[in-house]
């Protein structure tokens, strides 16, 4: 049964080949999460790199897309699956770093090419990093070290800060510590998954901080924002893009106006390719992109710039086409370092409300050419 | 730390505990009165979160919002008893697991088709927002009214099953449902209509919840754990069980988030103190389950001691 199927696919792909001279496109696997609580980040993800595929115009790339649930063991039997049924020699598409780190090592260890749209684990950024993983994101520390850049420069000198206790929480707290030079008024680690923040919001109330630092990606942050306009407690925030993304300010309300996040992107970015990114997906989705599409839309320009230049049956060759990253960014200007990880700017983006729609925009500049410090313990040149 | 930060922090419990309450008498009762376990029970939650704010988006009033909230769990609930309930009375709990966590899955992607993969807003009413001065410390508004509702509902649910006679038919269910029914009670509709106060509850609790949460696909199973954890500890089927229960695990997990780190920081360094501490609060109202069934297995007020 199985064979006839595959002699019969076999015979078709034959048929279809012997009609057209060019190449055969390249499957590419678009492993992210489209249901569950998560699934507005995927859908974003998904849609941005469609979206990217259909502006190009390009055949190059066959796309396949499934949804892991936010679960590693789904996303690994999926990744399998598309390898060895599909045909798949470039992988891409996972939010969460639990997920990548479940993926990526086995997958990159079979000469598959895996590019990260978003989740840019420490592990793989220094001595576990490998020459066919290219993260188009950002390293997860670095988002938070840009927060805690432009804490200083807000003048902030007490902050009280707080995250999930998890490994991208710790790696958060991590982050912004790195680079804030004033004193912590707290520190604290909420539940992951925490809808109640009553708790925290009156710890707040009586550390004396004057400021804080948050990550609470998701649910978690509009269930906070919520309750903290509530509060009556009346300090500034700062935090990274994920808390304040596309994704969840509509959610949040006007209880997020005036919040200072950092990201490497922002809707209102005034390069031709950004313009171009943002106006095609609102006429195509009817809503702005977050930073998880613009992230997603480099990925598949970048993915594409490569396979025009060289040839994926010649691994070395697609692989230095792709540090080459010669693509348009929706970030302006973009390039790799030695580990395969972005070396770009962090802004810092404020919330505001244009014609009655809440979104970011640019309001200074935390770091210049930034690289994550794992860079050094990478083994690549 | 100040007396005022404490009294606080009791609030916050009390508030989160009675939330919890409307969660688990929908869930003890159904389990009590018709002996099923109901898993879809943080589902009917959402559904009351997502009709609140998608009517409250569309009209503007939060009180609509509110009762179109409640209106939608009740309705959902008594759909999903008349027809896949009602199959499943007769089987063991295993299946009844097994079917309700059918219906979560089937629910989540459902609301997400209906309503968009992305969360939705829901603001507090503007006669709600604020703080008012509780003497010691501002207070939400807001919570304070979370206060009082959860109480009222509590006080409604005693008087309705302990003063009318739909009450005691919903005892006497409890007791004996095969008497009930040779007495000429019509116990499918009593049936129905228990589960769809319970899914109304639910719905209540979504909606009341939704305005200062994320109202998202999915924010039903955490409360769903808890509200399990209450009614194993105030004794299945017990309504003044779940009030207890959900009154304890409401003030220990807020107590323990807050004070938990602070004991830790008197010998370890802040940053860990912090880690070790909420690793340990997210525990303790486990512990406290654990510890309860050790003491008393069927729970603080067992039903069919």
């Known amino acids: ?381 | 730390m100040t007396a005022a930060l404490l009294f606080e922090q009791f609030l916050n419990g009390l508030q989160f505990g009675l939330m919890l309450f409307l969660m688990s008498a929908g869930l003890t009762l159904v389990f009590g009165v018709m002996g099923l376990i109901n898993l879809a029970h943080g589902s009917l939650f959402m559904i009351g979160a997502f009709f609140c704010a998608a009517a409250a988006g569309l009209t503007g009033n939060f009180w609509l919002g509110l009762a179109a909230g409640m209106a939608a769990a009740a309705a959902a609930g008594a759909l999903i008893e008349v027809t896949v309930m009602r199959r499943l009375y007769t089987r063991d709990h295993l299946d009844q697991v097994l079917a309700t966590f059918a219906l979560i899955l089937i629910l989540s992607e459902g609301t997400k088709i209906l309503f968009g993969p992305f969360p939705l807003y829901l603001d507090v009413p503007p006669l709600l927002t604020g703080t008012v001065n509780l003497g010691l410390t501002p207070y939400p508004l807001y919570r304070l009214a979370l206060i009082v509702a959860g109480l009222g509902v509590a006080l409604g649910l005693w008087l309705l099953i302990g003063r009318t006679r739909l009450g005691i038919r919903i005892r006497a269910g409890e007791n004996d449902r095969e008497m009930i029914a040779a007495l000429g009670v019509n116990i499918r509709a009593l049936y129905t209509f228990v589960f769809a106060l319970g899914a109304a509850l639910a719905g209540l609790a979504g909606a009341l919840v939704g305005a200062v949460q994320s109202v998202q696909v999915g924010m039903g199973e955490p409360v769903l754990i808890l509200a399990f954890v209450v009614i194993v500890i105030g004794g299945i089927g017990s309504i003044r069980g779940a009030m207890v229960g959900a009154l304890l695990v409401g003030v220990i997990d807020t107590m323990g988030r807050f004070l938990l780190p602070q004991v830790f920081a008197l010998f370890l360094d802040p940053s860990k103190a912090s880690g070790a501490g909420a690793a340990l609060a997210s525990m303790l109202v486990y512990l406290l389950m654990a510890l309860i069934l050790v003491i008393r297995p069927k729970g603080l007020f067992p039903v069919h001691a």
């Open chain 1, 1 to 381: 049964m199985m064979f006839r199927k595959n002699a019969l696919a076999c015979a078709s792909a034959l048929a279809l080949t012997a009609g057209v001279a060019q190449a055969d496109p390249v499957t590419v696997g678009l492993i992210t999460t489209l249901s569950g609580g998560g699934a507005g980040l995927g859908v974003d993800v998904r849609d941005a790199f469609e979206l990217a595929l259909q502006m190009n115009g390009s055949d190059a790339i066959r796309l396949v897309v499934e949804d892991d649930g936010q679960r590693p063991e789904a996303a690994v039997q999926i990744a399998d699956r598309m390898i060895q049924s599909e045909g798949a020699q470039i992988l891409t598409g996972i939010i969460w770093s639990n997920l990548a780190m479940a993926v990526v090592p086995a997958v990159t260890a079979q000469d598959v090419i895996y590019v990260s749209p978003n989740a840019g684990p420490s592990a793989l950024a220094g001595a576990g990093c490998t020459p066919n993983y290219f993260n188009a994101a950002y390293q997860n520390d670095t988002m938070h070290e840009a927060a805690g850049q432009y804490a200083n420069t807000l003048g902030y000198q007490n902050a009280f800060i707080m995250a999930p206790n998890y490994p991208a929480g710790v790696d958060a707290l991590t982050g912004f510590k790195r680079y804030f030079q004033g004193t912590l008024a707290g520190e604290v680690y909420t539940q992951l998954g925490q809808t109640d923040f009553a708790a925290e919001i009156a710890q707040i109330r009586a550390s004396g901080a004057d400021s804080i630092f948050i990550f609470e990606p998701g649910g978690m942050g509009i269930s906070f924002m919520r309750q903290y306009a509530q509060s009556g407690v009346d300090l500034p925030i700062i935090s990274a893009a994920f808390t304040f993304s596309q994704d969840v300010l509509p959610a949040v309300g006007d209880a997020a106006l005036g919040v200072i996040n950092t990201a490497e992107w922002s809707p209102d970015m005034d390069n031709d390719a950004n313009v171009a990114f943002v106006a095609a997906f609102q006429e195509a989705y009817g809503r702005l992109p977050s930073v998880y599409a613009a992230q997603s839309f480099d990925t598949a320009n970048l993915i594409l710039s490569a396979l025009a230049a060289a040839d994926i049956s010649d691994l070395d060759a697609f692989r230095a086409a792709m540090r080459a990253a010669d693509f348009d960014s929706v970030r302006g200007s973009f390039r790799f370092g030695n580990n395969q990880h972005p070396i770009q700017n962090y802004y810092a983006r404020e919330v505001v409300s244009v014609d009655g729609v809440l979104t970011n925009r640019i309001v200074g500049t935390a770091f210049e050419d930034h690289q994550d410090v794992y860079a050094a313990d990478c083994a690549m040149e």
